[in-house]
Nanobody, 121 residues
């Protein structure tokens, strides 16, 4: 049974930084694609960034140049470094996985974590 546990959320002032982590366990093999997503009340979940097994990345336009996705394969941990945070980045951030990184659409991903709250004021 695959488990994903996010951490690192919190409250920060606009312009500040946070680093999110997602610890993955229970895999019989390494997932090919891992990603970060976010959701605010009343809005659909949106893709933030994804990374494949080769380290190739895709970012949402709204976070390009500010967020960086990375991973530690040895520890099965995914990271999201968030800099120059804006109030509109406030959301619950989730990590998720799928077999291939062919899309950043949340609908294509399964194995979701419980989420971590990020609040920017």
């Amino acid at each position: 049974h695959v488990q994903l546990v996010e951490s690192g959320g919190g409250s920060v002032q606009a312009g500040g930084s946070l680093r999110l982590s997602c610890a993955a366990s229970g895999y019989t093999g390494r997932p090919v694609c891992m990603g970060w997503f976010r959701q605010t009340p009343g809005k659909e979940r949106e893709g933030v960034a994804i990374i494949d097994s080769d380290g190739n990345t895709v970012y949402a336009d709204s976070v390009k140049g500010r967020f960086t996705i990375s991973k530690d394969n040895a520890k099965n941990t995914l990271f999201l470094q968030m800099n120059s945070l804006k109030p509109e980045d406030t959301a619950i951030y989730y990590c998720a996985t799928r077999r291939y990184c062919t899309t950043i659409s949340p609908a294509a991903f399964g194995n979701w974590g419980q989420g971590t709250q990020v609040t920017v004021s």
